[in-house]
């Protein structure tokens, strides 16, 4: 029997740096709300049974109202993010979970193509991308070392995680001398090894309004959303 895959969408953050009146996966993007448009990809890639939103207390009427839809369930988040994955991943029954920041409008079906080969040899996987800028430590004013970016990636969404291992591990990230900051990490914390599929750039995170404007002249480019 196939094994059922849920993509867990946290879109709870209230995203202070965007400096918006609404929580920043609610803040409209070429009209539609920011989460909307990795909803739509999700909803619309067949390996995908259910999704979960996670979305703020106050915003869940409204959410069931916008994404109302057999498939979709939508859940409270918590004060952080980790705990908004957790009420995500408990709503889900699936085997494995995909989790996707909806501040991540550009997820595509071969990204998730990607990340989902890596069920049959891991039980976590990120998706991430080359690093390309040259990094340098820094000390207040004078830079420091420059850091070989060939070893470097940078670590995006969707992640994949089996879901009942994920909710254990979260249940025993207590036990852990330094409480680890997102999902991967727990799990290398506790000695599992994290599967690298590659991503791409188009996915990146938009966190400052300049991120909204190229997500904006994106989407007026590509006719990405046709039909939208
Ligand atoms: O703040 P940042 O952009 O790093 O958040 C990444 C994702 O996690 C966003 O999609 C945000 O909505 C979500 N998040 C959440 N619950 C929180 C904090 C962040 O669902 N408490």
Known sequence: MKEQVDAVIVAAGSGTRLGASVPKAFVPLCGSPLVSYSYSVFRTHPAIDNIVLVVPQQLIESS?????????????????RWESAKNGIEASGADWVLIHDAARPFVSHKVIDSVLSLISNFDCGITATPEVDTIRTYT??????????????????????????????????????????DEAMLFQAFGHTIGLAWGDPKNFKITTPEDFEIAEAIIAKNSMFLGR
């Open 64 to 80: 069931n109202e916008m994404f109302s839809d057999p498939r979709t369930m939508i859940v409270a988040g918590g004060k952080e």
């Open 140 to 181: 207040g004013n004078t830079a420091g070392e420059t850091i070989d970016r060939s070893k470097l990636i940078r670590v995006g969404t969707p992640q994949l995680f089996k879901r009942d291992l994920l909710y254990q591990l979260i249940e025993s990230a207590h036990t852990l001398s330094q409480i680890p900051t």
